[in-house]
């Protein structure tokens, strides 16, 4: 059987360089080239914590798509560009994994038609962590029985966009079977603008941005005398790799855009 080819956008990047050591080790995958806004021309091996690596470096994503053309394209970079990447990746034929988080809803609309043109599948996953994923869904559960809802994401002070791509999902997926309601008070006032957080059908999204922090979220609920409070921590980026793994491995198998990993865990 010959060796699925990947290529990893963003490969200097916290989540980028795991992702490297994950396709290093994993037996059935080559690294078949890096996107490197910065550096292309040479070789992975040139970089700090890299030695070894003979991978050839691109710094224009059509250029790599050409010459390269891999099997999978995993995308760990920024919104801007992530977009950019996963377009061309899909227009010639190759099938993106995505990490990257903060696409727009238009975004992933127009990547689904993109997807059902060339008939090849995507995999845009908010959390790789299979634990933020039952997160996620234990709490699409608990929103059919609770109306009142915050969400408390909690992240590394590096972190580019907030609300995180996984306390979207998660509004989004409590959303699809909660009875909207405005929370609190009808009344209520900020005093400070933003003490109340983003606000999604209703629902409050808080985002905390701390050094030493890695990536953490809790979904709690609230109802007569009782509150529910479900938890998710992330304390390194080896828990996103399996299920990047999953996307990798599942991504060649289907032809269709998939937003979310709990929608191939079962
Ligand atoms: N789905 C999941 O489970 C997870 C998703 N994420 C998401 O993954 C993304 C990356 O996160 P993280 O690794 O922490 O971020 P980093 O900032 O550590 O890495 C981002 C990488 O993208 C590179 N980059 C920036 N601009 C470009 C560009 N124009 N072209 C190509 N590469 C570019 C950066 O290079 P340089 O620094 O040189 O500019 C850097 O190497 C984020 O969107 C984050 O939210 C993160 C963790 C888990
Ligand atoms: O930037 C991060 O670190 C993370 N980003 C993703 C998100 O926005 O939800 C996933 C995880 O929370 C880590």
């Given at each position: 059987?010959?060796?699925?080819?990947?290529a990893i956008?963003?490969?200097r990047?916290?989540?980028g360089?795991?992702?490297?050591?994950l396709v290093?080790e994993?037996?059935?995958?080559?690294?078949?080239?890096?996107?490197?806004?910065?550096?292309?021309?040479?070789?992975?091996?040139?970089f700090?914590?890299?030695?070894?690596?003979?991978?050839p470096?691109?710094?224009?994503?059509q250029?790599?798509?050409q010459?390269v053309h891999?099997?999978?394209?995993i995308?760990?970079?920024?919104?801007?560009?992530?977009?950019?990447?996963?377009?061309?990746?899909?227009e010639?034929?190759?099938?993106?994994?995505?990490?990257?988080?903060?696409?727009?809803?238009?975004?992933?609309?127009?990547l689904?038609?993109?997807?059902?043109d060339?008939?090849?599948?995507?995999?845009?996953?908010?959390?790789?962590?299979l634990?933020?994923?039952?997160?996620?869904?234990f709490s699409q559960?608990?929103?059919?029985?609770f109306?009142?809802?915050?969400?408390?994401?909690?992240h590394?002070?590096?972190?580019?966009?907030a609300?995180s791509g996984?306390?979207v999902?998660t509004?989004?997926?409590?959303?699809?079977v909660?009875e909207?309601?405005q929370?609190?008070?009808?009344?209520?006032k900020e005093?400070?603008?933003?003490?109340r957080?983003?606000?999604?059908?209703?629902?409050?999204?808080?985002?905390v941005?701390?050094?030493?922090?890695?990536a953490?979220?809790?979904v709690?609920?609230?109802?007569?005398?009782?509150?529910?409070?479900?938890?998710h921590?992330?304390?390194?980026r080896?828990?996103?790799?399996s299920g990047?793994?999953?996307?990798?491995?599942?991504?060649?198998?289907i032809?269709t855009?998939?937003?979310?990993l709990?929608?191939i865990i079962?």
């Amino acid at each position: 059987m010959t060796n699925l080819k990947i290529a990893i956008a963003g490969p200097r990047g916290r989540m980028g360089r795991e992702a490297v050591l994950l396709v290093q080790e994993t037996e059935g995958y080559e690294l078949a080239a890096v996107l490197d806004h910065k550096n292309g021309g040479g070789l992975l091996s040139d970089f700090d914590g890299f030695a070894g690596m003979e991978v050839p470096v691109y710094s224009d994503v059509q250029l790599l798509m050409q010459e390269v053309h891999p099997d999978v394209l995993i995308d760990l970079t920024t919104p801007e560009v992530g977009m950019l990447h996963t377009k061309t990746a899909l227009e010639h034929g190759v099938r993106p994994v995505v990490g990257t988080t903060g696409f727009t809803k238009e975004q992933l609309q127009e990547l689904e038609e993109l997807c059902h043109d060339k008939g090849i599948g995507c995999i845009i996953a908010p959390n790789f962590a299979l634990g933020a994923v039952l997160m996620m869904k234990f709490s699409q559960m608990a929103g059919r029985y609770f109306q009142d809802v915050e969400i408390i994401e909690l992240h590394h002070d590096q972190k580019l966009d907030a609300p995180s791509g996984t306390a979207v999902k998660t509004a989004e997926m409590i959303a699809e079977v909660r009875e909207t309601k405005q929370q609190g008070h009808p009344e209520e006032k900020e005093t400070i603008k933003g003490a109340r957080g983003a606000n999604y059908d209703g629902m409050h999204i808080h985002s905390v941005r701390l050094p030493g922090l890695i990536a953490h979220q809790q979904v709690m609920f609230g109802a007569d005398g009782q509150t529910l409070t479900i938890r998710h921590d992330s304390y390194n980026r080896a828990s996103f790799m399996s299920g990047v793994k999953l996307a990798v491995d599942t991504v060649v198998k289907i032809d269709t855009l998939v937003y979310g990993l709990e929608n191939i865990i079962e």
